[in-house]
């Protein structure tokens, strides 16, 4: 047994539970560097190196630059259409700029194809609260966000607002202020922001191009942004496919122009985050998916019990929810360090998961200090390489130290 262990067996019993909720803002900043996982055999996000305290790890993308070969940065997956996942781009991973503090994404792909309004002849035919986009992205029955998220997922995704300077004009539209919505397009502003990996000019440059989502070789399509034409009612921006282009004059009529959803969620909502691709080594490029905090699921400890190295911990999971497609399948161990800044042990209970009267138990990593925070999640994982593109959601609720 470790030295440490020693000077805390005689007191194997002394277990202090105090009931909280994972807090993620409490846990301090985490460390930068992160050592990938081995990409053979099936992913799990339990491997060493895998997953981390909230999203800090996730990078900024490469500001662009006139030699760009395309948009360089990170991804995250989140949300399905189609049954299919989605990949996002990531184009901060820690903004206050559209109201908290939030990781603005912005759709890899161009999901499918629709006019901006059906009504060119109106007034405020290019205006985006008005138009036929908003409903299909937000409000309609059938909408986007009502669609392809799950209810965690939709419950993290922060209403958005922004207002922008409606004078600076460029390439002849007007940026376009943000109201509330969950889901939105980019303006012409957000698709020309160099820290957000896109070329200032608006010219044809190869960081805005995007691929079909059913398509991934085709980068020659087009997508709608939701800034208006400053001359015309009835045109509204939009990046030319198959040069990057952002132009002005396209009426909003056309259906066959791509739409690429962008959204913020809240940081507060995240977890953890866990590499999916752990093969990518460089600065850019790796894919992530979130682990969500789940309001609907509980997770209650029994009277903890430690032999030697081993802990056992006994539990009763509860679900008040059983509609909204998570359901808690592991019960997985915490440790970090005493400020919560990182991890020093992540792994599932062994014992055969159940919902009441269950047991698991775990080893104290050889790491283990008795002023480390232990932590009990049950959680709704997705596991395996058919499986890791799925959000992944988790509950604490006792935090306790082991003295």
């Not at 909230?54 to 990078?59: D, L």
């Not at 940065?73 to 700029?97: C, E, F, I, M």
Request: charged share 20%; aromatic share 12%.
């Amino acid at each position: 047994m470790k030295s440490i262990k020693t000077q805390i067996l005689s007191i194997l019993t002394a277990f202090a539970l105090a009931v909280g909720s994972l807090c993620l803002p409490d846990m301090g900043v985490l460390p930068s560097l992160v050592v990938p996982a081995s990409a053979d055999g099936e992913w799990s996000k339990f491997t060493t190196g895998v997953t981390t305290l909230g999203t800090t790890v996730i990078g900024a993308p490469k500001a662009a630059g006139t030699n760009e070969s395309g948009w360089v940065g990170d991804y995250v997956y989140y949300g399905q259409y189609n049954s299919n996942p989605v990949k996002y781009r990531v184009l901060t991973p820690s903004t206050t700029a559209f109201g908290g503090t939030t990781m603005l994404l912005d759709c890899d792909t161009t999901l499918f194809e629709d006019a901006f309004r059906d009504e060119w002849q109106a007034d405020d035919a290019n205006v985006w609260t008005a138009s036929d986009l908003y409903k299909v992205l937000n409000t309609n029955d059938d909408s986007f966000l009502k669609t392809s998220f799950t209810g965690a997922e939709a419950a993290a995704i922060a209403e958005s607002t922004v207002n922008h300077d409606e004078s600076a004009v460029k390439r002849y539209l007007r940026p376009a202020d943000l109201g509330g919505e969950k889901i939105f397009l980019l303006d012409v502003e957000e698709a020309t922001n160099r820290n957000y990996g896109y070329e200032t000019t608006g010219i044809s440059n190869n960081t805005r191009l995007k691929s079909k989502f059913t398509d991934e070789n085709d980068h020659a399509y087009g997508w709608w942004l939701r800034s208006p034409d400053t001359y015309t009612a009835h045109r509204a921006g939009y990046v030319y496919g198959g040069r990057g282009d952002i132009l002005y004059y396209l009426n909003v009529i056309n259906d066959d122009v791509g739409v690429s959803p962008a959204f913020n969620i809240n940081l507060t909502s995240v977890i953890f985050s866990s590499v999916i691709n752990p093969g990518a080594t460089g600065t850019y490029g790796k894919e992530y998916k979130l682990t969500l905090k789940d309001s609907n699921t509980t997770i209650a400890a029994g009277d903890i019990s430690r032999d030697g190295d081993t802990v056992t911990v006994p539990y009763t999971v509860t679900d008040s929810n059983t509609t909204d497609g998570i359901a808690a399948d592991t019960v997985s161990v915490l440790i970090t360090n005493a400020a919560g800044t990182a991890i020093k042990y992540y792994a599932p209970l062994t014992g055969t998961f159940a919902m009441t009267d269950a047991s698991g138990t775990f080893d104290l990593p050889a790491t283990y200090a008795a002023t480390d925070k232990v932590y009990i999640l049950a959680e709704d994982t997705h596991e395996g390489n058919a499986a890791r593109y799925l959000t992944d959601y988790a509950r604490s609720r006792y935090r306790f130290p082991l003295i």
